[in-house]
């Protein structure tokens, strides 16, 4: 998946061509360098989510660095 960035503070996956800047939180530390990851469909109902402390659907990287 290397034509996806990830952001480094809030884990959101997102394309390459995208943006310069996280969708979600407006980071600008993006990186290529993560792996695997999780997609969360109803932030509110995943214990998932609380762990990761992610309010908003979407796919998220379990590794980053």
Partial sequence: MADR???RECH???Q???EEACVSCGSSSLTEDWAGYVII???EESEV???MEVDEPGKYALKVR
């Fill in 41 to 43: 469909a109803h932030p």
């Fill in 16 to 18: 390459s061509g995208e």
């Fill in 5 to 7: 960035l990830v952001c």
């Fill in 49 to 51: 989510a609380e762990e």
């Fill in 12 to 14: 959101r996956v997102q």
